[in-house]
């Protein structure tokens, strides 16, 4: 059914229509809309038996979903950035226990610097927690994902994770498919548990467990992320034949025929980047565009299937590792270490810094033209590092550098 | 005020215990009959004397034969979890899940909102902690149970320290008490003075239909706080003083003597209480000073040897004896 609708209003529908029974969150911007929307359907009745429950903290959210995905319930929560951080001891738990679940992370920066607005320092914090990572390119998509996400998560018992950019998608007003609530009881069965709390059959789950065997379960959540590569697929395919749209899988390919520079990215940004291909492309530059829908697991055979014998590679990053690069990057380099490729990383989009169309062709310009830095923070003003950096050498109690560099631009905040 | 549970008049010789084949089947302990569930059963690593695994079976147990045996136990990381479940082996004979160390409150809330939404109110929640777990790293996911009023029994078997790790103090140590990171050191030996965190009365504060403190001493008087407990409906609190021979200095045969001891000297009190109000306290049988808990304990050796510390005896003497203003400890038995 087509509606014009907020992305997070969206989102805590299409999590309403898979019949959830425990919803348990703690409001942090720019989750808050997708879970007060769930929050009013329990109230109201609209969601049967379902549980919502107002916790003092996310660390408490998480823990609340475990109890309760270990007590068999389809369970649910959001968050974002400093809230992810703050539960993240529950999130490795989650997945090491194997606890089936579905959270939407609504990407967002994290401080120091305090900020409340989009990039991919989140998720990437949790990557190596055994969650599945879905990123969303669109609302669109975010609705539909959340729906394969709730089936991956019980087929394959892990925990799975949605991520959409904060402010960009989830307060994005636009037109959506929402899927009608006889399709998705169709799409998506009844949880079964592999493992469940149960007074008639007694297991302990979450026992202590030494060197003699850690490596082995510790590898089956290795297997099932493996497992997770060839169901993605097969569900996103599944979902096609239910609801007629191509959504979810491992990677969106567009306009790689060809293409001897392919940008490699995830999220809202691909769209601003499919255009700027486009501009390229009328320039004469052969370029094209892997987007990653699933970045956990990492789909290694997908994009050396896909992205041909290019002769560069530029990765558009949301986040980035200090001291090293771009976290992306790192996972792309070693999918096509097989090949001989220039890589190329820019770093993009931090804390909400707009990603223009401008910025992006120069950018991709340079790089078919090979005289982009193999490390570029892009729009950055080095000017304003400079003069910082020239200060910390001046002047041992140099003080905040966030409140200098926004004295130095005249930026509000710098009093 | 009322006395805390029915009083049992009969006791053997030379202690308080009672013996169990002297009463009538109705009054004795769900640990002496014959349908005890074993919740925690043989076979677990614990210590020589360890007072939190016997806290547990007696507790766990009692809530099983409160709730014709539908119990699914929430554990935070510790000792009671470690000694317990030695992989893959497991001495819970009920349905038990141990998420990390501060979680046990949330992960019981998870539980019980699961078994709502599942119609199975028939089914209830113990979750449990140490006092690390409890008063420390747990206390704000507690917090919240607590005042969400989530259908869940809490219980803290307090032993006064992290024990697990190697006895560091926690914010449930007395003063004056030595641990790894309080030693008996310097011109104020032990733990520092203060009024650490009187967890009981936080879980008062928040008003929830009931709490409850007990020791691993008197077992007719914790397993009726469970059974009891269980007959309310969202949260509750019980915390049970549960002696550690290792962490203490004790001997393991001095673990009951000194659960005993810790309330008969005032320094534990042993109280019930509802939505906020204390509604009874066990009283003191025969009040005996605290040197005579103090010294069975090498926590505490520093207050007598090489110096006796009357100063410091006596402060611990003066907060026991406030304890005994407080709940009104004494009187008629």
């Known amino acids: ?415 | 005020m009322a006395v805390a549970y029915r009083q049992v008049k009969f006791y053997q010789t030379g202690s308080f215990a009672v013996g169990g084949r002297l009463l009538d089947t109705p009054e004795r302990t769900v640990q002496s009959g014959m349908t005890r569930t074993n919740a925690l059963t043989l076979g677990h690593r614990a210590c020589q004397g360890c007072g939190e695994a016997l806290g547990a079976r007696y507790v766990l147990d009692a809530a099983m034969h409160a709730t014709g045996n539908k119990v699914i136990a929430a554990n935070a990381t510790g000792c009671l979890e470690v000694f317990t479940t030695p992989y893959p082996e497991t001495s819970w004979q009920v349905p038990w899940l141990h998420s990390v160390f501060g979680n046990a409150a949330a992960v019981g809330s998870g539980i019980a909102a699961a078994l709502r939404a599942k119609g199975r109110t028939d089914i209830r929640v113990v979750a449990q902690a140490g006092d690390g777990g409890t008063v420390d790293i747990g206390i704000g996911c507690l917090s919240g149970m607590f005042e969400r009023n989530d259908d869940v029994l809490f219980v803290c078997y307090d032993n006064e320290a992290y024990m697990n790790t190697g006895v560091q103090r926690s914010g449930s140590t007395p003063p004056a008490a030595r641990t790894a990171t309080t030693e008996a050191v310097g011109d104020e030996p032990g733990n520092p003075w203060g009024q650490g965190k009187d967890m009981p009365r936080i879980a008062m504060a928040h008003e929830i239909p009931y709490v409850a403190t007990a020791t691993v001493a008197e077992l007719h008087d914790l397993e009726y706080k469970v059974e009891k407990a269980m007959e309310y409906r969202g949260a509750r609190y019980i915390h049970i003083l549960v002696p550690c021979p290792l962490g203490w200095g004790s001997e393991p045969a001095d673990t009951i003597r000194l659960a005993r001891l810790a309330k008969e000297t005032g320094i534990f009190p042993v109280f019930e209480a509802e939505k906020g109000e204390v509604i009874a306290a066990s009283k003191i049988r025969s009040k005996v000073p605290v040197e005579d808990y103090l010294s069975l304990q090498r926590r505490y050796a520093h207050l007598f040897k090489p110096a006796r510390r009357d100063d410091v005896i006596g402060a611990i003497q003066d907060s026991a004896d406030r304890n005994i203003r407080r709940f009104g400890l004494l009187g008629e038995v």
């Open chain 1, 1 to 415: 059914m087509l509606e014009q609708i907020e992305g997070s209003k969206a989102v805590a529908r299409a999590v309403a229509s898979c019949r959830p029974e425990v919803i348990c969150a703690y409001p942090i911007s720019p989750q808050t809309h997708i879970v007060e929307a769930l929050g009013s359907m329990v109230k109201g009745g609209e969601l049967g038996s379902c549980e919502f429950i107002n916790v003092e903290s996310e660390f408490g959210a998480m823990s609340v979903l475990i109890g309760a995905s270990a007590t068999g319930a389809r369970s649910y929560t959001a968050t974002a950035s400093q809230g992810l951080l703050f539960m993240i001891e529950a999130v490795y738990n989650a997945a090491g226990l194997g606890l089936p679940m579905v959270m939407t992370l609504a990407n967002r920066a994290i401080g120091a610097p305090i900020n409340i607005w989009n990039d991919h320092s989140d998720a990437m914090a949790v990557r190596d927690s055994g969650w599945i990572q879905l990123f969303a390119d669109s609302n669109q998509a975010a609705v539909d994902l959340h729906i394969q996400a709730f089936r991956l998560s019980q087929d394959v018992s892990l925990p799975v994770m949605v991520c959409m950019d904060g402010y960009i998608l989830t307060h994005a007003v636009e037109r959506l498919d929402l899927p009608e609530q006889e399709s998705v009881d169709k799409f998506l069965p009844p949880f079964e548990p592999r493992q469940v709390l149960d007074v008639d059959d007694p297991v302990s789950i979450g026992a202590m467990v030494g060197p003699d065997a850690f490596a082995e379960v510790r590898y089956l959540a290795h297997a099932k992320q493996m497992q997770a590569i060839e169901l993605i697929p097969a569900i996103a395919s599944e979902f096609r034949s239910a609801f007629g749209r191509d959504s979810g899988g491992l990677v969106r390919e567009y306009g790689l025929d060809g293409a001897d520079t392919v940008v490699v990215a995830m999220g809202s940004v691909l769209g601003a980047i499919e255009d700027a291909v486009d501009e390229l492309r009328g320039a004469g530059i052969r370029a094209g565009v892997i987007g990653i829908t699933t970045f956990r697991p990492f789909p290694i055979s997908a994009i050396r299937e896909a992205i041909g014998t290019p002769a560069r590679v530029v990765v558009v990053d949301r986040a980035f590792s200090a001291g090293m690069g771009s976290i992306l990057a790192t996972d792309v380099a070693l999918a096509l270490s097989h090949q001989p490729v220039r890589i190329y990383t820019v770093v993009a989009g931090l804390g909400g810094r707009a990603i223009t169309r401008t910025s992006l062709v120069h950018c991709l310009e340079d790089a078919a033209n090979d005289v982009l830095e193999s490390l570029t923070f892009l729009d950055l003003d080095h000017d304003v590092v400079n003069r910082e950096l020239e200060r910390m050498r001046k002047d041992r109690r140099s003080g905040p550098s966030a409140e200098n560099i926004l004295r130095d631009m005249g930026l509000p905040g710098g009093a």
